[in-house]
């Protein structure tokens, strides 16, 4: 069955480090997103592509990168990380420019000490 | 400035009643809106959604409701289930907005056995 999966799951990780979280999805979906999950702040868009080598930046996208080489993996970097990027951090995809659902993955949830 | 709100941070019914879950937006732009409902360490999964042109879509036990005079839209679930009990974000979408999703902060409902 199709998918999307994220890795990993759960990371600690010390200010000031890189950091990157990976997203892999199999439903062959041309459009791919990164949000973080905070209290008191519901689902934040960070990084979003509509396909290879296209990269747009998101409501919150201050402190992170992405790169699409590829259709399946969307990999989320954390440039320098800060104490203020602990969160839950969501990949999803969907299948084009005119279909609006998109499919969540299972999350990572980043410590950042 | 938050364009789509969820005012109501949780909300507890009781078995085989009806949950209604609100929603209110701000940008007239918006033309499609979707539900999502979160387990803890989940992802979040679509559950139903509306276009603009219609005030009304159904799916089993699941219905939402649009007026847009009033930027607002609802939820409704009958009868309310113990597995229902989860995490509900409400997102919208403008045409021409490249597909971005903009979340509230969601609504968490407890329904009791």
């Known amino acids: 069955d199709a998918e999307i999966t994220q890795s990993p799951r759960h990371k600690i990780t010390e200010t000031g480090r890189q950091v990157t979280l990976a997203c892999h999805q199999t439903w062959n979906h041309n459009n791919m997103f990164w949000y973080r999950q905070d209290l008191g702040h519901g689902l934040r868009l960070i990084h979003y592509s509509y396909g290879v080598q296209d990269t747009n930046k998101g409501e919150v996208s201050d402190g992170y990168s992405v790169s699409r080489s590829n259709t399946e993996d969307l990999p989320l970097t954390l440039e320098s990380a800060a104490s203020s990027q602990t969160s839950v951090y969501f990949c999803a995809s969907s299948e084009s420019l005119e279909s609006y659902e998109q499919y969540f993955g299972p999350g990572t949830r980043l410590t950042v000490t | 400035d938050q364009q789509v709100k969820q005012n109501s941070p949780s909300l507890s019914v009781q078995e085989g009643r009806i949950s209604i879950l609100n929603c209110d937006y701000t940008?007239?732009?918006?033309?499609?809106f979707l539900w999502y409902k979160k387990y803890p360490a989940e992802g979040p999964t679509f559950l139903i959604s509306?276009?603009?042109?219609?005030d009304k879509n159904e799916d089993g036990r699941f219905t939402v409701f649009l007026n847009k005079s009033a930027k607002h839209l609802s939820l409704h679930i009958v009868p309310s289930q113990p597995g229902d009990s989860a995490v509900y974000f409400c997102a919208a979408s403008a045409w021409g907005g490249s597909e971005k999703l903009v979340f509230g902060k969601g609504t968490k409902l407890t329904v009791n056995p």
């Open positions: 940008n007239s732009m918006f033309d499609y």
């Open positions: 509306i276009s603009s042109i219609k």
